[in-house]
């Protein structure tokens, strides 16, 4: 396939910056709003604005989002994701960008991830700032709520299953553990939130710095992710992507691989010689 062979000397070129996204978790059982999978896409994920202003609204969030997070919790990385931190151990990826909260990267052995969007595993306390893990959050709404079982009908990639409304006028959500009165969110970026201004200063830094830029699994749908594709090709940076269905970044792209991720990354990853250790 010529396309997958203009990749691999990319890749082999070293100096490669990777910006992912929900695509490359989907291997993994966490389903991407907009790819293939994501066809029905009945959920609209939650907003800062609803979820600060709209104390309905966060309960919702935390009702769903309580049964969702064991899904989430137990989700293990794929190969695409083993794949990727072959490529950084071997010293062909430098940085790796993404826009996922899933914490897969770093549970593959990732040794550098800039984490755009923030994780799941952690919360943040509005008020007084205090970081917790989810962990814990979760054992407190556990024995808040110790009567709420549901049955989940699906799971979204921010940790949001889908509930029906008596359900979620059950559930009693919890303040911050620390100052006591604080409002609690997951530490990630939710839609009409916009990025700590220093992380994406970090990944501009790397994406100048980078000798191609490689996209794995995102429809560039946003222009959160899709910026740092614009600056690359601007530079004259080589942008490369490997995604199931076309994507907003395809027009500045010198590369396009339209293949599952889980099967194109270890591939890629043997042929420049940074597969052999890895289980696959
Ligand atoms: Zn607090």
Avoid at 24 to 52: C, K, N, W
Avoid at 120 to 139: A, F, Q
Avoid at 141 to 168: I, K, S, T
Avoid at 211 to 235: D, E, N, P, Q
Wanted: proline share 6%; aromatic share 4%.
């Amino acid at each position: 396939m010529e396309s997958f062979d203009a990749l691999t000397s990319l890749v082999a070129g070293g100096g490669v910056v990777v910006l992912s996204g929900a695509g490359l978790s989907t291997e993994s059982g966490i389903p991407d709003y907009r790819g293939p999978s994501g066809v029905a896409r009945r959920h609209t994920p939650m907003t800062y604005q609803a979820f600060t202003r709209d104390p309905l609204a966060r309960r919702r969030y935390w009702a769903r989002s309580h049964l969702g997070w064991r899904l989430i919790a137990g989700a293990a990385p794929n190969a695409g994701h083993r794949a990727v931190a072959g490529l950084q151990h071997a010293g062909l990826v430098d940085t790796v960008i993404t826009q996922n909260v899933d914490g897969l990267h770093g549970a593959a052995g990732s040794p550098s991830v800039i984490e755009l969007h923030g994780r799941l595993d952690e919360v943040t306390c509005l008020d007084c700032g205090n970081l917790t893990s989810r962990e814990e959050l979760h054992r407190r709404l556990r024995e808040a709520n110790p009567e709420f079982v549901a049955r989940v009908a699906a799971v979204n990639p921010d940790g949001d299953v889908d509930l029906p409304d008596e359900q979620v006028a059950a559930f009693r959500p919890v303040d911050c553990g620390i100052c006591g009165t604080g409002m609690l969110k997951p530490d990630v970026v939710f839609f009409g939130e916009t990025v700590p201004p220093q992380r994406v200063t970090r990944c501009f830094a790397a994406v100048e710095q980078a000798r191609s830029l490689l996209v794995l699994g995102s429809s560039l749908t946003v222009m959160s992710g899709r910026r740092f594709v614009i600056r690359a090709a601007k530079r004259g940076i080589p942008v490369a992507i490997v995604n199931q269905g076309p994507t907003r970044g395809d027009g500045h792209a010198t590369v396009c691989v339209d293949a599952p991720l889980g099967a194109v990354l270890p591939q890629l990853a043997a042929r420049v010689g940074a597969g052999a250790p890895l289980k696959v």
